[in-house]
């Protein structure tokens, strides 16, 4: 049978590749339903991971905060596309004989080849960098996930276009930071400010999103210039 500390070590393994996959979903995966379901999921296996050093019930925190933010975002997005359905028909009336497509906001400002390139060199950089690395102690799986999740935050921040897409950036770079704060320093009081503020990113980011949204329409109507 296997022992505890296997055990242990296939539960880690199997919540670090979910975590690799996840996030790489985020700046690989233009799509904002599969990005916002990945984002969701990368919440909840950082749950699972804080169960490994700090208690359960305040882990799950982790999970209902990063739900609540999904959530808002998801009714912001849903609402931009009802908008852009909207605008689509409202073309389609005005000009019914020329063929018109949907709006759709560009989400990155490069393609996919060059967005799979930058995510494959920051795994290798992170691979080196926590092979030759020890960092309190911490587990590699710890490191490894605390750094990748930054890195891949910052990545989506560099590379997006649209407004969304770059609190998802922001929202994985914080929850990179909270695997490494938490490790490091198990204050409740640090970890409850770190939910927090995942949930005030998630509403300044719709309020911004819904604010572009306007001025778009605006100026589609040409109220603006």
Request: aromatic share 10%; net charge neutral; with cysteine.
């Amino acid at each position: 049978m296997p022992s505890l500390a296997d055990l242990q070590f296939l539960s880690g393994s199997g919540v670090l590749v979910g975590l690799i996959l996840s996030a790489a979903c985020v700046v690989l995966i233009a799509d904002w339903r599969l990005a916002l379901f990945a984002l969701a999921l990368e919440y909840v296996l950082i749950g699972m991971l804080l169960t490994t050093i700090i208690h359960p019930s305040v882990a799950l925190v982790r999970i209902i905060a990063g739900g609540l933010a999904a959530a808002i975002l998801y009714l912001t997005m849903r609402s931009r596309a009802e908008e852009q359905r909207r605008a689509f028909w409202a073309a389609r009336r005005a000009a019914p004989g020329e063929r018109t497509a949907i709006p759709r906001t560009q989400v990155f400002i490069v393609g996919f080849p060059f967005r799979f390139f930058a995510v494959a060199l920051v795994a290798v950089t992170i691979i080196g960098f926590v092979s030759t690395t020890t960092l309190l102690t911490l587990t590699p799986y710890l490191l490894f996930s605390s750094f990748w999740l930054m890195a891949i935050g910052i990545l989506v921040a560099m590379l997006s276009r649209d407004v969304l897409r770059l609190g998802f950036g922001i929202l994985v770079f914080t929850s990179g930071f909270s695997i490494l704060d938490t490790a490091i320093e198990t204050s409740l009081f640090l970890y409850g400010l770190l939910n927090i503020a995942d949930l005030l990113i998630a509403l300044a980011v719709a309020h911004l999103a819904t604010l572009t949204s306007e001025t778009e329409e605006s100026r589609r109507r040409g109220d603006l210039p």
